[in-house]
């Protein structure tokens, strides 16, 4: 069996609220990703992964797993690692422990290791146990790793400045059908001086289409069908690089209620097609959206009940 013992990030130096609830800060995250491209580049993939019950651990794991490409959708929580004990593995190749330093120094404590490694934040412990009997193969600390993450990951020729997940992204245009005739759903962007529509970054282990609809319902508080194939692709430049963007029609079949929406804090409101064409910042946008309605409009010509669009 393999033990992979990862340190939570940095946290957070001024926070007033509950321990638990402490969030990484901006160093604490690079530590995470960095750990991750290491942890990706050498093959080493978890087949289960444990997290304290603290809020830096969980956000150290996700993003560390997310810049290995791999999904942090199968993360399990673990009191016994809280109380810095070692849970119950049950049949595994390779686990991944995520705590606290305070909380890894315990659980090596417990593992018995004879001569036991420096630990902080954001430090990889890969250690062996056979036998009952640990050792440590490997201490990776991020600072001695490289600031720029492999493109295409894991281990491809180019240097880029986020991990190379951040540069395949997509998006969704919400639409309904009413008696006025289609509308098309924007929302403020985060900064809230421009209208958009729902963009994010493709989480791995999803589909474009699939994280796009994640992205409606977090940033729009929308559900509904994604159709493909996709209206269209279109790049832009971020993080020193060019990011991909593939961009869905989405019919909105839900409107969540702002209790239920995570990002409530945006303006959303329903525009005609045309309206929408002239709000949206990005240009692709304001040309799909026209292309949205040319698709039903030939539908309905065709008397078909499909709304895919033609390629």
Same mark, same amino acid.
């Given at each position: 069996?393999?033990?992979?013992?990862?340190?939570?990030?940095?946290?957070?130096?001024?926070?007033?609220?509950?321990?638990?609830?402490?969030?990484?800060?901006?160093?604490?995250k690079?530590?995470?990703?960095k750990?991750?491209?290491?942890?990706?580049?050498?093959?080493?993939?978890?087949?289960?992964?444990?997290?304290s019950?603290?809020?830096r651990?969980?956000?150290?794991?996700q993003?560390?797993?997310?810049?290995?490409?791999?999904t942090?959708?199968?993360i399990?929580?673990?009191?016994?690692?809280?109380?810095?004990?070692?849970?119950?593995?049950?049949?595994?190749?390779k686990?991944?422990?995520?705590?606290?330093?305070?909380?890894?120094?315990?659980?090596?404590?417990?593992?018995g290791l004879? %001569?036991?490694?420096?630990?902080?934040?954001? #430090?990889?412990?890969?250690?062996?146990? $056979? &036998? !009952?009997?640990?050792s +440590?193969?490997t201490?990776?600390?991020?600072?001695?790793?490289?600031?720029?993450?492999?493109y295409?990951a894991p281990d491809?020729?180019?240097?880029?400045?986020?991990? %190379?997940?951040?540069?395949t992204?997509s998006? #969704?245009?919400?639409?309904?059908?009413? $008696? &006025? !005739?289609?509308?098309? +759903?924007?929302?403020?962007?985060?900064?809230?001086?421009?209208?958009v529509?729902?963009k994010?970054?493709?989480?791995p282990?999803?589909?474009?289409?699939?994280s796009a609809?994640?992205?409606?319902?977090?940033?729009?508080?929308?559900?509904?069908r994604?159709?493909?194939?996709a209206l269209?692709?279109?790049?832009?430049?971020?993080?020193?690089?060019?990011?991909?963007?593939?961009?869905?029609?989405?019919?909105?079949?839900?409107i969540?209620?702002d209790?239920?929406?995570?990002?409530?804090?945006?303006?959303?409101k329903w525009v005609?097609?045309?309206?929408?064409?002239?709000?949206?910042?990005?240009?692709?946008?304001?040309?799909?959206?026209?292309?949205?309605?040319?698709?039903?409009?030939?539908?309905?010509?065709?008397?078909t009940q499909s709304?895919k669009?033609?390629?």
């Amino acid at each position: 069996m393999e033990l992979l013992i990862l340190c939570a990030g940095a946290g957070e130096k001024s926070w007033d609220g509950a321990k638990s609830d402490r969030p990484l800060r901006t160093k604490g995250k690079r530590q995470a990703q960095k750990i991750g491209a290491w942890m990706g580049r050498m093959g080493v993939c978890p087949d289960i992964v444990l997290t304290s019950l603290d809020l830096r651990a969980r956000v150290t794991a996700q993003k560390a797993l997310k810049s290995a490409g791999w999904t942090a959708r199968a993360i399990q929580k673990s009191p016994e690692l809280s109380a810095g004990t070692l849970p119950d593995f049950p049949d595994a190749r390779k686990i991944l422990l995520v705590g606290s330093s305070t909380e890894m120094r315990c659980l090596l404590d417990e593992l018995g290791l004879t %001569a036991e490694p420096e630990l902080r934040a954001g #430090v990889l412990l890969h250690l062996t146990r $056979n &036998k !009952g009997r640990i050792s +440590l193969v490997t201490r990776v600390d991020p600072q001695d790793l490289p600031n720029h993450f492999p493109y295409p990951a894991p281990d491809g020729p180019e240097q880029r400045e986020r991990p %190379a997940y951040y540069y395949t992204q997509s998006a #969704v245009i919400p639409y309904r059908r009413t $008696n &006025k !005739g289609t509308e098309i +759903l924007i929302t403020g962007s985060s900064s809230g001086r421009h209208w958009v529509v729902p963009k994010g970054i493709v989480e791995p282990g999803l589909s474009p289409a699939a994280s796009a609809m994640t992205e409606a319902r977090e940033e729009a508080g929308v559900e509904g069908r994604v159709e493909t194939p996709a209206l269209g692709t279109f790049s832009y430049e971020k993080w020193g690089a060019s990011c991909q963007v593939e961009v869905f029609a989405m019919e909105v079949t839900n409107i969540l209620p702002d209790v239920a929406w995570e990002e409530n804090h945006r303006n959303r409101k329903w525009v005609s097609v045309f309206d929408a064409a002239s709000l949206l910042q990005h240009p692709a946008f304001r040309k799909m959206a026209m292309e949205i309605q040319a698709a039903l409009d030939c539908n309905q010509v065709d008397g078909t009940q499909s709304s895919k669009h033609p390629k």
